[in-house]
């Protein structure tokens, strides 16, 4: 698997499929395979007519462990994708976040808004806003010895999806730490690209996508019947809004 260097953190992605470049930048303790491979995401969007650039975040997957909770702040895994476009040569390119992801996807366009297309937000609504990022409980939970140490429910649903992603706990939990910044309603009002927020009508974590989607100009929201947080990733009418979002770029 291709990878680069930036700032001495070794970042790993995959790049398939021809056209219009789009970058995935996948959620907490997940990977470029587990958020976007194996939910359906490569191939939904290669057979669209798009190249499809996934990163595996600092932290995360075949990318550069690193065990201080500074080097995750959002501007900096936000300045990996940007660092990747510079990698590739690509002035811009549209960007879906999910979740962890689309924090750091918000951050970019409002950073950089020059070089993302457009925006997909996915798994994240005001929890950019009013949410920082996953609690403390779930960074303990991520160091207990052993899952059966876990008391906290959700805790327990983040250990418990950490190990099966084989991830780095060390790693995760200086990640949950480091990356706890949100956007005022007035940074969010000046993200200057098309931006679509999908969120599941069952996710407690996420916080509403038309509450947001109503602060950025021209933006459209997605509410995902019935589906919660982990399983709205893979959800076939996300995938379809999402196409059809694309599309309308010229």
Known sequence: ???????????????????????????FASNRVVNWVNPGWLSTLTRAGRRVIALDNRGHGEST??????????????DDVRALLDHLGLARADVMGYSMGARNT???????????????????????????????????????????????????????FAEQTRSDLRALAACIRGSRQTLGPAEV??????????????????????????????AE???????????????????AKAVEFLGQRP
């Open 221 to 239: 929201a997605l509410v995902m019947p019935g589906r919660d947080h982990m399983l709205s990733v893979g959800d076939r009418g996300f995938k």
């Open 1 to 27: 698997m291709p990878s680069f260097m930036h700032d001495d953190v070794e970042i790993a992605f995959l790049d398939e499929g021809e056209g219009e470049p789009i970058v995935l930048v996948h959620g």
């Open 189 to 218: 009002g000046r993200i200057a690209v098309p931006v679509l927020v999908a969120v599941g009508s069952a996710d407690e974590i996420a916080g509403s996508a038309e509450q947001l989607a109503a602060l950025i100009p021209g």
């Open 106 to 160: 918000a951050f970019l366009a409002l950073a950089h808004p020059g070089r993302v297309r457009s925006a997909i937000l996915g798994g994240l609504g005001m929890g950019l806003i009013h949410g920082s990022g996953l609690p403390e409980t779930i960074a303990q939970a991520l160091e207990a010895p052993a899952l059966a140490d876990v008391t906290d429910p959700r805790g327990r649903v983040f250990r418990s």
């Open 65 to 78: 462990k690193l065990y201080d909770p500074a080097a995750y702040h959002s501007a900096i895994m936000a």
